[in-house]
Protein backbone atom coordinates (compact mmCIF):
# COMPACT_ATOMS: atom_id res chain seq x y z
CA UNK A 1 0.00 0.00 0.00
CA UNK A 2 2.94 2.53 -0.72
CA UNK A 3 1.92 5.64 -1.60
CA UNK A 4 -1.63 5.77 0.03
CA UNK A 5 -1.87 9.09 1.97
CA UNK A 6 -5.67 8.38 2.86
CA UNK A 7 -7.63 5.76 3.36
CA UNK A 8 -10.87 4.64 2.41
CA UNK A 9 -12.99 1.93 3.79
CA UNK A 10 -12.43 -0.50 0.96
CA UNK A 11 -8.34 0.11 0.55
CA UNK A 12 -8.42 0.02 4.60
CA UNK A 13 -9.54 -3.59 4.30
CA UNK A 14 -7.47 -4.56 1.59
CA UNK A 15 -4.60 -2.78 3.23
CA UNK A 16 -4.83 -5.10 6.80
CA UNK A 17 -5.33 -8.36 4.52
CA UNK A 18 -1.78 -7.60 2.59
CA UNK A 19 0.06 -6.42 6.11
CA UNK A 20 -1.15 -9.61 7.90
CA UNK A 21 -0.73 -11.82 4.65
CA UNK A 22 -3.99 -12.90 5.53
CA UNK A 23 -6.89 -13.26 2.43
CA UNK A 24 -10.77 -12.54 2.75
CA UNK A 25 -11.46 -16.42 3.68
CA UNK A 26 -10.82 -16.06 7.02
CA UNK A 27 -10.36 -12.17 7.34
CA UNK A 28 -13.77 -12.29 6.96
CA UNK A 29 -15.24 -8.54 5.93
CA UNK A 30 -17.57 -9.31 9.24
CA UNK A 31 -14.19 -9.77 11.00
CA UNK A 32 -12.16 -6.71 9.32
CA UNK A 33 -15.25 -4.76 10.41
CA UNK A 34 -14.45 -5.93 14.01
CA UNK A 35 -10.70 -4.29 13.35
CA UNK A 36 -11.73 -1.36 12.26
CA UNK A 37 -14.64 -0.81 15.10
CA UNK A 38 -12.32 -1.22 17.73
CA UNK A 39 -9.49 0.53 16.35
CA UNK A 40 -11.67 3.50 15.97
CA UNK A 41 -12.93 3.27 19.77
CA UNK A 42 -9.65 2.82 20.77
CA UNK A 43 -8.47 6.34 18.87
CA UNK A 44 -11.90 8.36 19.47
CA UNK A 45 -10.99 7.29 23.68
CA UNK A 46 -7.20 8.20 23.66
CA UNK A 47 -7.81 11.24 21.88
CA UNK A 48 -10.72 13.40 21.84
CA UNK A 49 -10.73 15.36 18.25
CA UNK A 50 -12.01 18.50 17.37
CA UNK A 51 -13.63 16.97 14.41
CA UNK A 52 -16.51 15.68 16.50
CA UNK A 53 -17.07 18.59 18.55
CA UNK A 54 -20.54 19.45 17.58
CA UNK A 55 -23.27 22.27 18.84
CA UNK A 56 -27.36 21.66 19.69
CA UNK A 57 -29.51 24.71 19.95
CA UNK A 58 -32.74 24.19 21.91
CA UNK A 59 -35.27 25.82 24.47
CA UNK A 60 -35.95 24.84 28.12
CA UNK A 61 -39.61 24.21 28.72
CA UNK A 62 -40.72 26.55 31.25
CA UNK A 63 -41.55 24.93 34.91
CA UNK A 64 -39.44 21.59 33.65
CA UNK A 65 -35.65 21.20 35.52
CA UNK A 66 -34.26 18.56 33.13
CA UNK A 67 -33.61 18.55 29.48
CA UNK A 68 -32.04 15.23 27.10
CA UNK A 69 -28.55 15.34 25.71
CA UNK A 70 -27.90 15.24 21.82
CA UNK A 71 -27.92 12.07 19.94
CA UNK A 72 -24.32 9.95 20.28
CA UNK A 73 -22.92 12.72 22.81
CA UNK A 74 -19.75 11.35 24.77
CA UNK A 75 -19.69 14.32 26.81
CA UNK A 76 -20.46 17.95 27.28
CA UNK A 77 -17.95 20.84 27.02
CA UNK A 78 -20.19 23.34 28.25
CA UNK A 79 -24.54 24.97 28.03
CA UNK A 80 -24.87 28.16 27.12
CA UNK A 81 -27.90 29.84 27.61
CA UNK A 82 -29.27 32.65 26.19
CA UNK A 83 -31.91 34.86 28.27
CA UNK A 84 -34.04 34.98 24.86
CA UNK A 85 -37.13 32.81 24.03
CA UNK A 86 -36.47 33.36 20.54
CA UNK A 87 -32.65 33.78 19.51
CA UNK A 88 -29.39 32.23 20.34
CA UNK A 89 -27.56 35.82 19.43
CA UNK A 90 -26.28 38.73 22.04
CA UNK A 91 -25.44 37.74 25.44
CA UNK A 92 -24.93 34.97 26.63
CA UNK A 93 -24.29 32.93 30.18
CA UNK A 94 -22.72 29.54 30.70
CA UNK A 95 -23.94 27.15 33.15
CA UNK A 96 -21.64 25.91 35.90
CA UNK A 97 -21.55 22.20 36.06
CA UNK A 98 -22.14 20.74 40.11
CA UNK A 99 -23.51 17.06 41.26
CA UNK A 100 -27.28 16.90 42.23
CA UNK A 101 -26.64 17.00 46.03
CA UNK A 102 -24.81 20.71 45.41
CA UNK A 103 -28.70 21.12 43.46
CA UNK A 104 -30.50 20.26 46.15
CA UNK A 105 -28.82 22.31 48.81
CA UNK A 106 -28.84 25.34 46.19
CA UNK A 107 -32.59 25.11 46.08
CA UNK A 108 -33.11 24.36 49.64
CA UNK A 109 -31.30 27.76 50.96
CA UNK A 110 -33.60 29.75 48.50
CA UNK A 111 -36.33 28.21 49.67
CA UNK A 112 -35.56 28.79 53.42
CA UNK A 113 -33.58 27.26 56.64
CA UNK A 114 -35.71 24.00 56.44
CA UNK A 115 -35.43 22.90 52.47
CA UNK A 116 -36.87 19.70 51.38
CA UNK A 117 -37.89 21.78 48.27
CA UNK A 118 -37.44 20.02 44.73
CA UNK A 119 -35.28 22.32 41.90
CA UNK A 120 -38.66 23.21 40.29
CA UNK A 121 -39.85 25.18 43.09
CA UNK A 122 -37.22 27.71 42.88
CA UNK A 123 -37.11 29.27 39.27
CA UNK A 124 -35.84 31.52 37.12
CA UNK A 125 -32.44 31.96 34.46
CA UNK A 126 -30.48 28.44 35.06
CA UNK A 127 -27.60 28.84 36.71
CA UNK A 128 -26.30 25.37 37.31
CA UNK A 129 -26.74 21.77 35.65
CA UNK A 130 -25.91 18.21 36.77
CA UNK A 131 -25.75 15.13 34.64
CA UNK A 132 -28.30 12.53 35.39
CA UNK A 133 -29.67 9.11 33.98
CA UNK A 134 -26.88 7.96 32.25
CA UNK A 135 -26.76 7.04 28.34
CA UNK A 136 -28.30 3.50 27.37
CA UNK A 137 -28.18 3.20 23.28
CA UNK A 138 -27.35 6.70 22.26
CA UNK A 139 -29.44 6.40 19.51
CA UNK A 140 -31.76 9.43 20.07
CA UNK A 141 -32.24 12.08 22.57
CA UNK A 142 -34.20 9.88 24.67
CA UNK A 143 -31.17 7.38 25.37
CA UNK A 144 -28.59 9.79 25.37
CA UNK A 145 -28.71 11.01 28.94
CA UNK A 146 -29.99 14.41 30.60
CA UNK A 147 -29.44 16.80 33.08
CA UNK A 148 -31.01 18.96 36.01
CA UNK A 149 -31.04 22.67 35.74
CA UNK A 150 -31.33 25.15 38.68
CA UNK A 151 -33.04 27.46 38.68
CA UNK A 152 -36.27 25.73 37.04
CA UNK A 153 -36.30 27.61 33.79
CA UNK A 154 -39.77 30.13 34.16
CA UNK A 155 -39.67 30.48 30.46
CA UNK A 156 -38.45 28.95 27.30
CA UNK A 157 -35.10 30.14 27.10
CA UNK A 158 -32.78 29.70 24.26
CA UNK A 159 -29.85 27.47 25.39
CA UNK A 160 -26.89 26.01 23.23
CA UNK A 161 -24.83 22.77 24.41
CA UNK A 162 -21.22 22.50 23.27
CA UNK A 163 -20.55 18.70 23.07
CA UNK A 164 -18.59 15.68 21.61
CA UNK A 165 -19.99 12.73 19.76
CA UNK A 166 -19.44 9.45 18.93
CA UNK A 167 -18.40 9.65 15.12
CA UNK A 168 -19.71 7.32 12.65
CA UNK A 169 -16.92 5.26 11.37
CA UNK A 170 -15.58 3.24 8.65
CA UNK A 171 -17.96 0.56 7.48
CA UNK A 172 -19.53 -1.45 5.03
CA UNK A 173 -23.33 -0.85 6.14
CA UNK A 174 -25.23 1.92 6.16
CA UNK A 175 -24.53 3.06 9.23
CA UNK A 176 -21.09 3.51 8.16
CA UNK A 177 -19.20 5.99 5.69
CA UNK A 178 -16.77 5.07 3.47
CA UNK A 179 -14.19 8.19 4.16
CA UNK A 180 -14.01 9.43 7.92
CA UNK A 181 -11.79 12.16 9.63
CA UNK A 182 -9.27 9.75 10.83
CA UNK A 183 -9.27 7.62 7.69
CA UNK A 184 -8.57 11.17 5.52
CA UNK A 185 -5.90 12.75 8.27
CA UNK A 186 -4.99 10.13 10.60
CA UNK A 187 -4.68 6.99 8.03
CA UNK A 188 -1.54 5.47 9.27
CA UNK A 189 -2.53 5.48 13.04
CA UNK A 190 -5.58 4.36 11.96
CA UNK A 191 -3.82 1.29 10.27
CA UNK A 192 -1.86 0.99 12.99
CA UNK A 193 -4.40 0.35 15.90
CA UNK A 194 -6.60 -2.23 13.00
CA UNK A 195 -3.23 -4.53 12.84
CA UNK A 196 -3.16 -4.58 16.51
CA UNK A 197 -6.31 -5.94 16.65
CA UNK A 198 -5.63 -8.01 13.86
CA UNK A 199 -2.46 -9.79 15.41
CA UNK A 200 -4.41 -10.04 18.63
CA UNK A 201 -7.16 -11.85 16.63
CA UNK A 202 -4.05 -13.98 15.65
CA UNK A 203 -2.68 -15.34 18.56
CA UNK A 204 0.59 -14.06 17.42
CA UNK A 205 3.21 -13.15 16.39
CA UNK A 206 4.08 -11.24 19.37
CA UNK A 207 7.08 -9.44 18.01
CA UNK A 208 4.24 -8.01 15.30
CA UNK A 209 1.99 -7.17 18.06
CA UNK A 210 4.39 -5.22 19.95
CA UNK A 211 6.06 -3.52 16.59
CA UNK A 212 2.35 -2.37 15.53
CA UNK A 213 1.36 -1.03 19.11
CA UNK A 214 4.88 1.17 19.36
CA UNK A 215 3.87 2.43 15.90
CA UNK A 216 0.28 3.52 16.67
CA UNK A 217 1.59 5.24 20.03
CA UNK A 218 4.08 7.04 18.16
CA UNK A 219 1.63 8.29 15.40
CA UNK A 220 -1.25 9.25 17.78
CA UNK A 221 1.93 11.47 19.86
CA UNK A 222 2.09 13.03 16.49
CA UNK A 223 -1.79 13.13 15.96
CA UNK A 224 -2.44 14.80 19.29
CA UNK A 225 0.13 16.98 19.04
CA UNK A 226 -2.01 19.01 16.18
CA UNK A 227 -5.14 18.54 17.89
CA UNK A 228 -4.14 19.46 21.31
CA UNK A 229 -1.88 21.47 20.60
CA UNK A 230 -1.56 23.39 17.18
CA UNK A 231 -5.23 23.69 16.84
CA UNK A 232 -5.30 24.75 20.22
CA UNK A 233 -3.47 28.27 19.51
CA UNK A 234 -2.51 30.95 16.99
CA UNK A 235 0.50 33.03 16.66
CA UNK A 236 -1.50 36.03 17.08
CA UNK A 237 -2.29 34.82 20.56
CA UNK A 238 0.29 32.50 21.87
CA UNK A 239 2.98 34.21 19.70
CA UNK A 240 5.09 32.00 17.14
CA UNK A 241 6.29 28.51 18.46
CA UNK A 242 10.79 29.10 18.66
CA UNK A 243 12.61 25.93 19.25
CA UNK A 244 15.91 26.78 20.70
CA UNK A 245 19.08 25.98 18.94
CA UNK A 246 22.17 25.79 20.85
CA UNK A 247 25.03 27.88 19.12
CA UNK A 248 28.79 26.77 19.36
CA UNK A 249 30.71 29.21 21.25
CA UNK A 250 32.50 32.08 20.08
Not at 12 to 32: C, G, K, P, Q, S
Not at 173 to 194: E, I, K, R, V
Not at 238 to 244: A, E, F, M, N, S
Request: glycine share 8%; net charge negative.
Amino acid sequence: MAGVSTYSYSTLVTAIRDYTEVDANVFTETIVDGFIMAAQNRINLDLPMDSDRLQAEAQFATDFNSITMPTKLLFVRGIEVYDSTTSTTGPSTWLEKRDQTFISEYVGELTGPEGGAAAQDTTGLPKYYSMFGGATTGTNTATSGAIYVAPTPNANYKYIIHYNAMPTGLGSGDDGNSNTYLSNYFPQGLLYACLVEAFMFLKGPTDMLTLYENRYKTELQKFAAMQLGRRRRDDYTDGTVRIPIESAPQ
